[in-house]
């Protein structure tokens, strides 16, 4: 039990700081997608189960994401309607989608047979959809409530740059 704890609290102080180096990087004088370059490699760099991370970003006017920076295996799924696979259904519902185990999600986009689990979190502006983070892990049940948590502090950081 004291050990489950000090994991907790290990996570979250590494969570933290990761977070204030993307708010470096955000504030950083170059384009967005640079930007979210780093993030992404920030990410997938320092969290052992981030195996794949991405952004998806939000086709104007329309219900569509579009693959943006990403760090990871290259990927078929460059454009995703909303409603289709994990980062669809976030898009929809405009809420994180958590899938501990891929194999039990019927409506799963697969992009690696090495994916495990994955996590969506959108980026809401004005109650509109802008943009997605996405991270698969090639772990089964890696994510926590702290992952949550650091992702939609995240998504709230990088909206004004998407």
């Not at 969570?15 to 930007?35: K, M, P």
């Not at 920030?42 to 760090?71: C, K, M, N, Q």
């Not at 185990?101 to 697969?110: K, R």
Request: negative net charge.
């Amino acid at each position: 039990m004291i050990v489950v704890s000090l994991i907790a609290m290990d996570r979250k102080g590494h969570y933290e700081s990761l977070f204030n180096t993307a708010g470096q990087i955000v504030r950083e004088d170059c384009r967005a997608d640079v930007r979210l370059k780093k993030i992404c490699k920030l990410l997938s760099s320092s969290v052992a189960h981030y195996d794949w991370v991405g952004f998806y970003i939000t086709e104007p006017g329309h219900r569509e994401l579009v693959l943006g920076p990403y760090v990871g295996s290259p990927t078929d799924h460059i454009r995703i309607p909303f409603g289709r696979g994990i980062c669809g259904q976030a898009a929809d519902v405009k809420n994180t989608v958590l899938v501990q185990d891929v194999s039990q999600e019927s409506n799963y986009l697969s992009c690696s047979i090495h994916v495990r689990a994955e996590i969506v979190v959108p980026v809401i502006r004005k109650d509109l959809v802008v943009a997605e983070i996405d991270i698969d892990s090639h772990t089964s049940s890696p994510f926590t409530e702290e992952d949550e948590r650091f992702l939609s502090a995240l998504a709230v950081l990088v909206e004004p740059i998407i």
